[in-house]
């Protein structure tokens, strides 16, 4: 059973505009979160992440929310770009066990 | 520096046939992780290893999958016999057991198994 769900598998923006991403999670255990963007023909890479004891994280044009009552969490991208076009997986964990992933969303930026 | 690297990245074979994928971690790292991707299922956990140690395989799909890994810089993901049903891109990905974000994965670029 999937423990985080991403449950937009498409999402389409325009440059320039801002790009949410959703994922819920059902395991109240999972102390950590990490978003990972994935092109076509390469392995997932780490974007950016957040721990269980905070509700933002920032880092340039990407920020994370998380809403622990509500077990989610989000990716904003802005401003959007084409470069940012891309699967992203949501992925979330226990301290020392493995990443649980989402099925991924692909975000389509257009121009 | 050399990140995680798989072969082969595809691989074509027919059904019945063995097949065996491999991974070289990113030297110092000490956890070993293989993902499988489909389209249905997104990004799944087979197994992964912590010092070389089998930690949890209770995502291998059935006794046709197995995975070893003899020492800290090779692993491999073996299917007998394959099928149809096993198309899909195998990733390997491996981790230091310290640093922050802890789940910080490194992936390879993946395998790509298609299965007639």
């Known amino acids: 059973d999937q423990q985080v769900k991403q449950n937009s598998p498409s999402l389409s923006v325009q440059e320039g505009r801002i790009s949410i991403l959703n994922c819920d999670y059902t395991n109240s255990m999972f102390d950590y979160f990490l978003w990972y963007k994935k092109y076509p023909a390469e392995g997932p890479t780490f974007l950016i992440s957040?721990?269980?004891?905070?509700d933002k994280n920032e880092d340039g044009r990407f920020t994370v929310f998380l809403n622990k009552s509500a077990k989610h969490l989000s990716l904003h991208i802005v401003p959007s770009q084409p470069g940012d076009s891309a699967v992203y997986f949501c992925a979330a964990a226990r301290s020392g066990y493995a990443l649980n992933f989402g099925k991924g969303t692909s975000l389509l930026v257009t121009p | 520096d050399a990140g995680v690297i798989q072969s082969p990245r595809h691989e074509v074979t027919e059904m019945g046939q063995e097949v065996t994928l491999r991974c070289k971690p990113i030297?110092?790292?000490?956890?070993l992780f293989w993902y499988r991707q489909t389209m249905m299922r997104g990004l799944e956990l087979l197994i992964y290893?912590?010092?070389?140690?089998?930690?949890?395989d209770s995502g291998m799909p059935e006794d046709r999958f197995s995975a070893k890994m003899p020492n800290a810089s090779f692993s491999t993901l073996k299917i007998q016999p394959s099928e149809p049903r096993d198309s899909a891109v195998y990733f390997c990905?491996?981790?230091?057991?310290?640093?922050?974000?802890?789940?910080?994965?490194?992936f390879g670029e993946g395998s790509r198994l298609t299965v007639l």
């Open positions: 290893f912590n010092n070389n140690v089998p930690i949890d």
């Open positions: 957040i721990s269980s004891i905070k």
């Open positions: 030297s110092g790292h000490n956890s």
């Open positions: 990905a491996s981790r230091t057991g310290q640093g922050h974000p802890p789940g910080e994965l490194f």
